[in-house]
């Protein structure tokens, strides 16, 4: 039976409607003060931070294969998504450049595509990932997507639901927005700032200007002197120009310290620093630095709970909704080491594993094996610290004056 879907979160936000789904907004409020696509915004050294930030650190963390033991987990290196997923994603890319690419899709487009390649059983040999900007998703009026794919040829191929890997951070559900073009006012600010800064460095900071004369000049005359005086504004060498008594220089733009161009360019890196969700200071703004070095702990859990965790729950969910088979579901699961990032430094680390030892929380094999030491001979049993009784053997100590 077919069905329509409507719309959800109010009249405004994002939409559910039949046909072309769009990551972008309905309407901006005015132009971008310069032009915005994928390759102009990562000239802005801010944006392609955070970016490449979001992405190698996503791409850095190890992929876990864990099968249900009884009722907790164990890792299970044999499961044969896990194997494809963590060495050979497809033929042209390891592991880390395949969430690398994934990942950046996700944090500017919003969204990741990736085609699917099966055998006949159905089972996953390959995933390709295809760059959000070249892939059209489409509500079909029976409620089912297809995803139309631009290729560098130019030709179109439509994919069914079923055979692509779709991730996307919040939107209508159906699609994620676009970051990039949510951005596009600040990163237009931010495009047109370093053009103005740009031309200013190739001028060697001159202001332009106009050479106002106390009489009327002959054509050739004004030819003359622009071509005489246009160093006064043009190139980077510095000369001593005289002027005659019948001319004056009168500069007509703003100074780098009028137009506060290096406050503007702080600014725009908080800015877009803001939408992509992570801290400036961990993209080199030194306007922050006051917070680096003892509180980096702190950012970086920060960063990872407020910003990191959504996209790995996303991909991990994804990873289950539409590369595992369903009978697998409540059994299996494919996740991302989180402890590769939090761990602190060794003294840290060291101390963590003496408290869980000590606890019988795990046992010093365990730890051993996360430090990347081989295993000891009893180093399997769980320990506790013999000072240690339960409290109803515990004999109760006489009070002052009491025969002991």
Request: aromatic share 8%; proline share 6%; net charge neutral.
């Amino acid at each position: 039976m077919a069905f329509r879907i409507t719309r959800f979160f109010g009249r405004r936000g994002p939409q559910v409607r039949e046909g072309i789904q769009t990551p972008d907004p309905g309407t901006y409020a005015d132009a971008a003060a310069g032009p915005v696509t994928f390759d102009t915004a990562m000239t802005v050294s801010a944006f392609w931070a955070a970016s490449r930030l979001i992405s190698e650190t996503i791409a850095s963390m190890p992929l876990k294969s864990l099968v249900r033991d009884g009722d907790g987990w164990r890792e299970d290196r044999d499961y044969p998504l896990w194997r494809v997923l963590n060495y050979q994603p497809n033929r042209y890319q390891t592991r880390v450049e395949f969430l690398e690419s994934m990942a950046m899709n996700l944090c500017t487009n919003g969204n990741s595509y990736s085609a699917k390649q099966t055998d006949e059983n159905g089972r996953l040999l390959s995933i390709l990932p295809m760059m959000a900007a070249q892939v059209q998703p489409e509500l079909l009026k029976s409620g089912d997507m297809i995803y139309r794919f631009t290729g560098p040829d130019g030709q179109e191929r439509v994919y069914q639901e079923a055979s692509i890997f779709h991730v996307k951070i919040f939107g209508n559900g159906l699609i994620g927005m676009s970051p990039l073009s949510h951005a596009r006012q600040s990163l237009g600010i931010a495009l047109a700032n370093e053009s103005r800064h740009g031309k200013m460095a190739a001028s060697g900071g001159k202001q332009s200007g106009i050479l106002m004369a106390e009489k009327a000049l002959t054509p050739e005359q004004r030819e003359a002197i622009r071509k005489e005086f246009g160093r006064i504004t043009e190139g980077t060498s510095d000369h001593l120009f005289v002027l005659d008594a019948f001319l004056k220089y009168q500069a007509t733009s703003l100074s780098p310290a009028d137009i506060q161009l290096l406050q503007s360019r702080r600014f725009s890196v908080e800015d877009v620093a803001r939408f992509m969700g992570v801290p400036s200071v961990l993209i080199n703004d030194t306007a922050g630095s006051t917070t680096w070095g003892s509180g980096i702990q702190q950012l970086v859990q920060g960063f990872y709970k407020l910003n990191l965790r959504p996209y790995l729950e996303r991909i991990e969910a994804s990873i289950k909704r539409h590369l595992m088979p369903i009978e697998d579901w409540d059994v299996r699961k494919i996740e991302f080491d989180f402890d590769t990032l939090l761990r602190g430094d060794l003294g840290a680390q060291m101390e963590a594993y003496q408290k869980g030892i000590n606890a019988g929380v795990f046992a010093p094999n365990e730890a051993r094996q996360t430090l990347g030491l081989p295993p000891k001979a009893g180093g399997e049993r769980l320990l506790v610290n013999g000072s240690m009784v339960p409290v109803d053997q515990v004999r109760a100590r006489p009070l002052p004056g009491e025969p002991t």
